[in-house]
Nanobody, 124 residues
């Protein structure tokens, strides 16, 4: 089992920045991938970004490329999502997710472990 604890959500004006963090309880990282998803009211949960722990390789949804950056902290088994130039459309509950395997995944079903979610609200 892996417990994921998120932090860093909040309210920000359009054009502002927020940084989300997600700490994982399990220290095995050889095949670990971590990702961020988000879910807006009445919408499906959608992929935002993912990182492969061993190589640092990343993948982003088109809607956040150039504005969001996912990064890992090896010492703390923590992943961060730096969100810049936020837009009202980024308003959602953001979920951290983790999986063990070879391939990076952009689909919800590809992840086995989930955090509780943290609210991000961007005002216009």
């Amino acid at each position: 089992q892996v417990q994921l604890v998120e932090s860093g959500g909040g309210l920000v004006e359009a054009g502002g920045s927020l940084r989300l963090s997600c700490a994982a309880s399990r220290t095995t990282t050889s095949t670990l991938h971590m990702g961020w998803f988000r879910q807006a009211p009445a919408k499906e949960r959608e992929f935002v970004a993912a990182i492969k722990w061993t190589t640092g390789g990343t993948r982003y949804a088109d809607s956040v490329k150039g504005r969001f950056t996912i990064a890992r902290d090896n010492a703390k088994i923590t992943v961060h999502l730096q969100m810049d130039n936020l837009e009202p459309e980024d308003t959602a509950v953001y979920y951290c997710a983790a999986r063990y395997g070879y391939w990076m995944s952009e689909v919800r079903s590809g992840y086995d472990y989930w955090g509780q979610g943290t609210q991000v609200t961007v005002s216009s």
